[in-house]
C-alpha cells in the first residue's frame, strides 16, 4: 500500500470542510462537495490515508528535523548526538535537559501531532454522518481512531498533560482551551485505542493491497505498550494494572497472526520488510521529490550514514551499549558498525571512516543502505519504519507475567527472543565481499534466563535493551521503570569526545533533568519538555517546570 502519494487531494478538501458551511451560498460547480466526498468508497480511503500520511514525515518544508526517537535514545547512555561536535548543536539542549521552548525540532515533536489530530478529527467527523457501506465505514474510522491515539500517545510521554481536541477546532476554542492533566491525555490515549480494537479487522482480514494499514494486532499491541507506560508513569493512574498489559498481549498471541523471523538479521534489511513478525510498518516508497507534499520516502538512512560515504553521521550507538551486549551476541552485528568493529565491514565493503565526523566509533547498522539501494532522492528512501515488532509483544507479555508472579511463564517468553537471537546469523554483509548472512559458529551462547525475583525483571528488561537497541524503547523504559536518573549518571560518566574529553563534565544532567520532571509512581521521577513557546504565548498554556 502507498500511503502517502494522494493526500494533497485531501488536505485541500479538508481545508474546504474546514470553512462555514454557509461561505458561499451558491450552487457548486464541480461533481465533489464537503457533503458528498465521503459517499464514495475511493475518497474516504483517499482521506483516512491522508491522516497517516504525517507519521512517516521527518523533514519537510514547514517544519524542521522529526526524528523523535532517535533524540530520545540520544537521552540515554546508549546513543550520542553522532556527526561532528559542532554539528546540530540545538540536539545537545534535549540530552542535557535545557531544551530551548523557542527550538524548530521542538515546535515539531509537538506542532506535527496536532497536524495529525486536526486530520483525524475532521475525517472522524465526515466518516460518521457518511452512508458508506458499514464494513469499510466502521474499519476507516478503526484507523483513524488508532492514529489520533497515537499522537496523543506521543505528546502525552514528552510534554504530559496537553489540550485535547475530539472535534475539528473551533474558533471559539482558540486561547481558552486549556492543558488536560497528564491522567487525562492517558485515558484519552487508552479510549482511542480500546475503540480501534473494535472496529479493525486482524492482519488477515486485509487484502494484499492493504498492506501497511492500521489492524487489531497493532492496536492491541499500542495499547499494551501505553497500559505498560502508565503504570511506570502516571501517578493519578488508579484503574489500570499489568493484568490490563496481559489481556493485551496474550489476544495478540493467540491471534496466531504473527510470528518472530528465524533470523534477528534479515529483520532491518530491505529485503526483510513486512515480515511475519511485523505488527506495524509505515510503508515507504523512493520518491521523486525531498519535501511533501510529494515527498513518498525517509530520511532516516541518510540522516545516520557514514559522512565519508553515504550520510549524516547522526545518532551514533555508544561503547556503553556495545559494552552491554555479551561477546558472542549476533545481535550487536545489526546494531553497529564502523572502524573499531569487525574490520569497519558492511554490506560487504570497507568504507572510509573518519571519526572527527562522529561522535563515537560506531554508526547505526539497523537504517544502513546498500550501496544499490540509496535513492536518487538523498531524502526520499523507500525503506519503511519498523513501529512495533512481535519481539515486543513477546518481551511485554514476559514482563506483565512477572509482575502478575508468574515467573516461569515470563522465562518463557523470555527464551522465545533469546532462542531466535542465540541461533541468529550475522548481519547481512558481514563478511568483506559478500552480501550473504553468515552464520556465527557460536556453541552454548545465550544462555537460558534461570533468575528469579528481581534479577528475572532486571533480565527482561536487558533484553528489552539489546533487541530493541537504538529503536527508541530505551530512554521510555528507563523513565517508566525509575531507572532514568541513574543512567544520566552513566551517561556522564562514559560519554566522551574523540580527543578524550568528557562530553559532559561540566553538565550536572541529573539535576538539569530533575528540575523538568513531575513526580510519578513510586517517587520516581518522569521528566518533560517544554511546551513550545508560541503555543503557550498563544493558547495561554501553563508551561512545564522550570522552563
Request: aromatic fraction near 12%.
Amino acid at each position: 500500500m502507498k500511503i502517502y502519494n494522494k493526500y494533497i487531494i485531501v488536505l485541500l478538501v479538508s481545508i474546504l470542510f474546514a470553512g462555514c458551511d454557509s461561505f458561499l451560498d451558491v450552487n457548486p460547480i464541480g461533481n465533489e462537495t464537503q457533503v458528498n466526498f465521503f459517499e464514495t468508497p475511493e475518497n474516504a480511503i483517499y482521506a483516512v490515508t491522508a491522516c497517516y500520511d504525517p507519521i512517516g514525515l521527518d523533514e519537510g518544508e514547514g517544519f524542521s528535523h522529526n526524528y523523535l526517537g532517535m533524540i530520545a535514545d540520544m537521552c540515554t547512555s546508549d546513543s550520542d548526538k553522532g556527526s561532528t561536535e559542532t554539528d546540530f548543536t540545538s540536539l545537545i539542549e534535549f540530552f542535557e535537559w535545557r531544551k530551548n521552548p523557542s527550538d524548530g525540532v521542538l515546535r515539531t515533536f509537538y506542532g506535527l501531532p496536532y497536524n495529525g489530530i486536526a486530520r483525524c478529527n475532521e475525517v472522524l467527523k465526515r466518516l460518521s454522518v457518511s452512508s458508506l457501506e458499514e464494513k469499510l465505514r466502521t474499519r476507516l474510522q478503526g484507523e483513524v481512531l488508532f492514529i489520533r491515539g497515537y499522537w496523543y500517545y506521543k505528546l502525552v510521554i514528552l510534554f504530559g498533560g496537553v489540550p485535547v481536541f475530539t472535534e475539528p477546532v473551533s474558533p471559539s476554542d482558540f486561547g481558552v482551551k486549556e492543558r488536560n492533566t497528564y491522567h487525562e491525555t492517558f485515558m484519552q490515549v487508552i479510549d482511542d485505542l480500546k475503540s480501534s480494537i473494535e472496529l479493525l479487522p486482524e492482519k488477515s482480514g486485509y487484502d494484499a493491497s492493504d498492506l501497511g494499514r492500521i489492524t487489531k494486532g497493532a492496536a492491541r499491541a499500542l495499547l499494551a505498550r501505553v497500559y505498560m507506560y502508565q503504570i511506570g508513569m502516571d501517578a493519578e493512574n488508579s484503574d489500570t494494572n499489568w493484568d490490563d498489559v496481559y489481556t493485551q498481549t496474550n489476544a495478540v498471541i493467540q491471534s496466531g497472526e504473527y510470528s518472530l523471523v528465524s533470523n534477528y538479521a534479515t529483520i532491518f534489511e530491505m529485503d526483510g520488510e513486512n515480515s511475519s513478525e511485523s505488527i506495524w510498518e509505515l510503508q515507504m516508497t523512493e520518491g521523486t521529490s525531498e519535501t511533501p507534499p510529494q515527498k513518498t520516502g525517509t530520511n532516516i538512512n541518510q540522516f545516520c550514514g557514514n559522512r565519508k560515504d553515504w550520510g549524516w553521521g547522526f545518532f551514533n550507538p555508544t561503547q556503553e551499549l556495545v559494552e552491554s551486549f555479551d561477546d558472542d551476541d549476533p545481535r550487536l552485528s545489526c546494531v553497529i558498525y564502523g572502524p573499531s568493529y569487525n574490520n569497519g565491514v558492511v554490506h560487504g565493503r570497507i568504507p572510509d571512516y573518519d571519526l572527527t565526523q562522529q561522535c563515537s566509533p560506531y554508526l547505526s547498522r539497523k537504517v544502513a543502505l546498500e550501496p544499490a539501494q540509496r535513492p536518487a532522492i538523498s531524502k526520499s528512501s523507500g525503506y519503511n519504519w519498523r513501529m512495533i515488532r512481535y519481539a515486543e509483544v513477546l518481551l511485554t507479555q514476559a514482563e506483565a507475567l512477572y509482575h502478575k508472579g508468574d515467573e516461569s511463564g515470563a522465562r518463557q517468553y523470555l527464551e522465545m527472543v533469546r532462542a531466535r537471537a542465540r541461533n541468529s546469523t550475522f548481519c547481512k554483509g558481514y563478511v568483506e565481499g559478500s552480501l550473504d548472512y553468515t552464520p556465527t559458529g557460536f556453541t552454548g551462547n545465550l544462555p537460558e534466563v534461570t533468575a528469579s525475583g528481581a534479577a528475572l525483571l532486571d533480565a527482561i528488561l536487558k533484553e528489552r535493551r539489546l533487541e530493541f537497541a537504538m529503536e527508541s524503547h530505551r530512554f521510555f523504559d528507563l523513565v517508566r521503570t525509575g531507572r532514568y536518573l541513574d543512567d544520566l549518571d552513566v551517561k556522564k560518566a562514559t560519554s566522551v569526545t574523540n580527543s578524550g574529553a568528557y562530553r559532559y563534565a561540566n553538565v550536572d544532567l541529573r539535576a538539569n533533568c530533575l528540575s523538568h520532571s513531575i513526580d510519578g509512581p513510586d517517587g520516581h521521577k518522569i521528566p518533560l519538555l517544554p511546551i513550545p513557546y508560541d503555543e503557550v504565548q498563544s493558547w495561554s498554556l501553563e508551561q512545564n517546570p522550570n522552563y
